[in-house]
């Protein structure tokens, strides 16, 4: 048989390696490396005293069906958990307090005049410019355009730096000044395209919103946030399930990859003898898999290190309910860059997933975003020092004057891939390089979607891909 080697044991190498497992029998035999001694990449679920705690991503959208549909093939749909939908709301730190944001307001773009005008968040001076967005004509030029660059065109300055750079901009932890919208939110192309104005494309979507939809069998409601009952991490652990565990080497660090005269891979290892592949599937963020490949081609190498990376860390916080006098009936609150704090945004997580994040009722869990572009060098604090300035975050801008009773901290260095102007393109010159080089595939994040859902359906197609190519 061919041997694959998937080298990341991230959810995108899983996917993979669940994919040739399941289709590649008796034609291929895989092999999965992954570097540290777990599985999941940033999907780091942790169960502490009864508290289920997430150190990396607490959901997928459903939007994208991937994760959905392969939980079902793994037989753990019913596991799948809504957002708690009657907590629904968020939360702006502006001017020193906290603004909800007004009903009506998808995204970033308001459907509802009352509420919206109704609004502390924006000034009325903003108010006006926002509504101008239906009188300005679409742009013109097909050449990339940064999200900052989009969003003051269409709907203000104030929109950007009080709604858009800290909802929109903070999915990938990044600089709207710097970020592409063709590779980040192509949405907004395509809305202002096809209606001239995204109020009025919001406006249709409302008019044309679907039902309440169902997943399990009709058995769970489908909201725009879903996890599982027992974190993210329950979908890794299932998917592992399904893998033999002989054919995964955890703890294992790859040095590089080289190409033999026979067109065979050379897969070396820090700490066992080279592996011969006939296919490799890299599946690590686009930082590691620059050096993994610098002698295997020094163009493809560049062109991975030409994506950037930014550092954040999660901060996790539980506290005994009697004793957070605060509201914490939203699913949290983002803070806008211009506010100068020291921490990006906080998840009210046991709202969010009502009952399935702590031991008890008489219970509550908070996470803190930490870093970004304009606070890396904040991820590098030690524990200690950390917690102490998420805690007078949370002291200045929510009164939380608690003691919390359990704290968690995750980090993730260079960990987040920034989708900057001209990602496509470079995108682009990385696949038509890398097709030059058969059963070679470089798949995860770092390249056409960040989320977990996108990561699922790399995974999948490299996968499929591969067995194309050998067979």
């Given at each position: 048989?061919?041997?694959v080697?998937?080298?990341?044991?991230?959810?995108?190498?899983?996917?993979?390696?669940?994919?040739?497992?399941?289709?590649?029998?008796?034609q291929?035999?895989?092999l999965?490396?992954?570097?540290?001694?777990?599985?999941?990449?940033?999907?780091?679920?942790?169960?502490?005293?009864g508290?289920?705690?997430?150190?990396?991503?607490?959901?997928?959208?459903?939007?994208?069906?991937?994760?959905?549909?392969?939980?079902?093939?793994l037989g753990?749909?019913e596991?799948l958990?809504?957002?708690?939908?009657?907590?629904?709301g968020?939360?702006?730190?502006?001017?020193?307090?906290?603004?909800?944001?007004?009903?009506?307001?998808?995204?970033m773009?308001p459907?509802?005049?009352?509420?919206?005008?109704l609004?502390?968040?924006?000034?009325?001076?903003?108010k006006?410019?926002?509504?101008?967005?239906l009188?300005?004509?679409?742009?013109?030029s097909?050449?990339?355009?940064?999200?900052?660059?989009?969003v003051?065109?269409?709907?203000?300055?104030?929109?950007?730096?009080?709604?858009?750079?800290?909802?929109?901009?903070?999915?990938?932890?990044?600089?709207?000044?710097k970020?592409?919208l063709?590779?980040?939110?192509?949405?907004?192309?395509?809305?202002?395209?096809?209606?001239g104005?995204?109020?009025?494309?919001?406006?249709?979507?409302?008019?044309h919103?679907?039902?309440?939809?169902?997943?399990?069998?009709?058995?769970?409601?489908?909201?725009?946030?879903?996890?599982?009952?027992?974190?993210?991490?329950q979908?890794?652990?299932?998917v592992?399930?399904?893998?033999?565990?002989?054919?995964?080497?955890?703890?294992?660090?790859?040095?590089?990859?080289?190409?033999?005269?026979?067109?065979?891979y050379?897969?070396?290892?820090a700490?066992?003898e080279?592996?011969?592949?006939?296919?490799?599937?890299?599946?690590?963020?686009?930082?590691?898999a620059?050096?993994?490949t610098a002698?295997?081609?020094?163009?493809?190498?560049q062109?991975?290190?030409?994506?950037?990376?930014v550092?954040?860390a999660?901060?996790?916080?539980?506290?005994?309910?009697?004793?957070?006098?605060?509201d914490?009936n939203?699913?949290?609150?983002?803070i806008?860059r211009?506010e100068?704090?020291k921490i990006?945004?906080?998840?009210?997580?046991?709202?969010?997933?009502?009952?399935h994040?702590?031991?008890?009722?008489?219970?509550v869990?908070l996470?803190?975003?930490?870093g970004?572009?304009?606070?890396?060098?904040l991820?590098?604090?030690?524990?200690?020092?950390?917690?102490s300035?998420?805690?007078?975050e949370?002291?200045?801008?929510?009164?939380?004057?608690?003691?919390p009773?359990?704290t968690r901290?995750?980090?993730?260095?260079?960990?987040?891939?920034?989708?900057?102007?001209?990602?496509?393109?470079?995108?682009?010159?990385?696949?038509?390089?890398?097709?030059?080089y058969?059963?070679l595939?470089i798949?995860g994040?770092?390249?056409?979607?960040?989320?977990?859902?996108n990561?699922?359906?790399e995974?999948w197609?490299?996968?499929e891909?591969?067995?194309?190519q050998?067979?």
């Amino acid at each position: 048989m061919k041997k694959v080697v998937i080298i990341g044991g991230g959810i995108t190498g899983l996917a993979a390696a669940y994919t040739l497992g399941k289709k590649g029998q008796g034609q291929v035999d895989y092999l999965l490396i992954e570097r540290e001694k777990r599985l999941g990449g940033k999907i780091a679920t942790d169960k502490v005293d009864g508290f289920v705690i997430e150190g990396g991503p607490d959901c997928f959208l459903s939007e994208k069906p991937q994760v959905a549909q392969l939980s079902a093939e793994l037989g753990i749909e019913e596991q799948l958990l809504p957002s708690h939908e009657a907590s629904k709301g968020t939360y702006v730190f502006s001017g020193g307090r906290l603004h909800k944001l007004p009903e009506g307001l998808m995204l970033m773009v308001p459907t509802k005049i009352l509420p919206f005008a109704l609004s502390s968040l924006i000034s009325w001076p903003g108010k006006i410019r926002m509504g101008m967005d239906l009188f300005i004509p679409p742009r013109q030029s097909d050449e990339d355009e940064s999200l900052a660059s989009f969003v003051t065109r269409r709907l203000g300055r104030e929109a950007l730096e009080k709604i858009a750079e800290p909802l929109i901009g903070g999915i990938h932890a990044g600089d709207p000044e710097k970020m592409s919208l063709k590779a980040s939110f192509p949405r907004f192309l395509d809305m202002e395209k096809k209606y001239g104005s995204l109020i009025k494309a919001m406006l249709a979507a409302r008019r044309h919103k679907a039902p309440v939809q169902y997943l399990a069998n009709g058995k769970i409601e489908k909201t725009y946030f879903m996890s599982f009952k027992e974190g993210m991490g329950q979908l890794v652990e299932a998917v592992a399930s399904k893998l033999d565990p002989a054919k995964i080497w955890l703890g294992q660090e790859v040095k590089g990859i080289k190409r033999q005269a026979d067109g065979k891979y050379l897969v070396e290892l820090a700490d066992k003898e080279p592996v011969i592949a006939d296919a490799i599937i890299l599946a690590t963020p686009a930082n590691a898999a620059a050096e993994l490949t610098a002698e295997l081609d020094r163009e493809i190498s560049q062109l991975l290190q030409g994506i950037p990376f930014v550092s954040s860390a999660t901060v996790s916080l539980a506290y005994r309910k009697g004793d957070v006098k605060q509201d914490l009936n939203s699913f949290g609150f983002v803070i806008p860059r211009v506010e100068g704090r020291k921490i990006m945004a906080a998840t009210y997580s046991s709202t969010k997933w009502y009952g399935h994040r702590t031991p008890g009722e008489e219970y509550v869990l908070l996470r803190a975003f930490v870093g970004g572009p304009a606070s890396q060098e904040l991820v590098l604090l030690d524990d200690e020092r950390m917690i102490s300035m998420v805690r007078a975050e949370l002291r200045e801008i929510m009164g939380l004057t608690a003691e919390p009773v359990l704290t968690r901290v995750y980090r993730w260095v260079k960990g987040m891939p920034q989708y900057v102007l001209g990602h496509l393109e470079r995108i682009k010159a990385l696949e038509e390089k890398t097709a030059q080089y058969q059963g070679l595939q470089i798949v995860g994040g770092s390249y056409r979607g960040v989320g977990i859902g996108n990561c699922v359906g790399e995974g999948w197609n490299a996968a499929e891909n591969i067995l194309k190519q050998l067979s």
